[in-house]
């Protein structure tokens, strides 16, 4: 098959034949009955609902933005309370 940037055979993608595909997955497998992971994982991705995969993307934003969050009020806090303790110590002497 041609590549599809020819536009010869009018090609919408370009793929290897099945049987070359077939023997690449499998590989030097011991076994015939094992099946490639790598199809499983494609038949995952393509079973898989986009909606969850975003609304999971989100929620890990979400948290990591949090967690960046916390921190920077956290070092907020503790340079204040050292500037506070810096201040009550010149006011005592």
Known sequence: MAHPEDGRDDA????????????METGNR??????????LASLK???RDHG??????MVKTKR????????????RARK????????QKVQQT
């Open 45 to 47: 991705r393509k079973n």
């Open 64 to 75: 990591q933005c949090q967690d960046r969050l916390q921190v920077l009020v956290e070092k």
């Open 80 to 87: 204040n309370a050292e500037a506070l303790h810096e201040v």
């Open 30 to 39: 011991s076994s015939s009955n094992e099946k490639p992971t790598t199809a």
């Open 52 to 57: 969850t995969d975003l609304s999971m993307d």
């Open 12 to 23: 919408k993608e370009w793929e290897l034949p099945a049987k070359m595909i077939a023997s």
